[in-house]
């Protein structure tokens, strides 16, 4: 422990000193002696140029960032002045620091107790790592969107790396890829750096699906092909691609705007059947809209969007339940997606509407389908069944 040649600083104390001795003692345990210690390294490393910091301000320039004045270390910025006092630091230090920091003071025509300031917050700001980090933060996303445009291996960042060897290890054998085969590949000892975990595969896959043009088969989210081959199939089956991403794709791999619509959509499907189906709890949209695939939390959280649009209204308290009043629906978006259901769904609904075997009309009977219920709603004309009639709700 460096404690000889050590005299008692005896400078003004700057506002931040508690919260300094509060982050010493909480590292080390006491404050004495060990702020005079903090404050010696915080000084030296405040004071000291470091080759990182060239560096990075060398990233800066080439991202076309202006260099801040307030972003570098030895500029004295200002700073609000949290309290005012007339207390002094007591604290030792190592006398060569001190006289460093009275001829620097001398230097910038500061006063002394402002170049402790800033070596007090340099440090409580995290140092050079904390200063290193703050200027990176500023460039990343452009540095990573400059590499995403490389072709060259070389200059590709960690992730861009990563996509393209999974793209690789799940098209090398087949043409088509399952949802548990980007597991076995994230298992891979040629994919680096990161776990295989819910968040990585939420990740990494729509980057893998977007670089190779795969998307969902139409009937099975889980299976991924190309885009081509999935038009064909939709084509020879009469899936409607141009619908809804959620009728074909996973709840899970859609972006918040996608999943908050497709259930907005798949709602207003349901309630186009009957009264009987106009409130939905969450148990109904986890079973019957989401396939089982979200989390009840998720499901209330995706809920609340949901309610957002008019038409759409949390009917209780826990936010458990919701409620579709078709009529007061007045974004023609929702009601265009709802009729432009696939085939399946197009058949359930009209199965449900006209009733199941049992309660199956004469051949001379009219029944209604369920496009012309979407077309009786987006052209606000009520709807009759039959001998039945029936308002929107």
């Known amino acids: 422990m460096r404690l000889s040649n050590r005299e008692q600083l005896g400078w003004k104390q700057p506002p931040e000193w508690n919260k300094f001795e509060t982050a010493v003692e909480k590292e080390y345990g006491s404050t004495t002696p060990y702020c005079g210690i903090v404050l010696e390294d915080a000084w030296r490393e405040y004071h000291t140029r470091h080759r990182l910091e060239d560096i990075i301000n060398d990233l800066i320039d080439a991202a076309g960032w202006p260099q801040q004045s ?52 340099w ?71 990161i776990s295989n975990s819910e968040h990585t595969r939420e990740k990494y896959l729509p980057k893998v699906l977007d670089r190779i043009d795969y998307q969902p088969h139409p009937n099975n989210p889980d299976l991924f092909l190309p885009a081509e081959r999935v038009k064909t199939l939709a084509k020879n089956t009469g899936f409607v691609l141009n619908g809804p991403k959620i009728d074909h794709w996973a709840p899970e791999d859609l972006d918040e705007d996608e999943l908050i619509h497709g259930v907005r959509v798949k709602l207003v499907r ?25 989390s009840s939390q998720k499901i209330v959280s ?11 209204k949390i009917k209780n308290s826990d936010g458990k339940k919701i409620a579709v009043n078709l009529q007061h629906i007045d974004d023609s978006m929702i009601l265009k997606d709802a009729k432009a259901a696939t085939e399946r769904a197009r058949s359930d609904c009209d199965d ?34 039959g001998n039945k009639g029936r308002e929107s709700d």
């Open 70 to 121: 307030n972003g570098e270390k030895n500029s004295l910025r200002s700073r609000p002045v949290t309290s005012d006092t007339d207390g002094r630091v007591w604290i030792c230090v190592d006398q060569d620091v001190k006289t460093d920091m009275e001829a620097y003071a001398a230097e910038i025509n500061s006063p002394k107790h402002e170049v402790l300031r800033a070596v007090v917050n």
């Open 352 to 385: 449900r509407i006209n009733g199941d075997s049992q309660n199956e009309k004469s051949d001379g009977e009219n029944s209604v389908t369920s496009d012309e219920q979407m077309d009786a709603i987006m052209s606000s004309t009520p709807v009759t069944n």
């Open 270 to 294: 349901e309630a186009i059947v009957g009264t009987d189906f106009t409130e939905f709890t969450t148990a109904n949209i986890e079973r019957d809209v989401l396939d089982g695939r979200l």
């Open 123 to 193: 440090y409580l700001e995290g140092g050079l790592v904390g200063k290193a980090t703050e200027k990176l933060e500023l460039v990343i996303d452009d540095v990573v969107s400059s590499l995403e445009s490389c072709d060259d291996d070389r200059s590709l960042g960690a992730v861009q790396r990563r996509t393209r060897t999974l793209c690789r290890l799940l098209t090398s054998d087949t043409a088509e890829f399952a949802r548990d085969d980007l597991n076995t590949a994230l298992n891979s000892s040629e994919v680096k750096g």
């Open 302 to 312: 995706v809920m609340e969007s949901v309610a957002v649009a008019n038409g759409f």
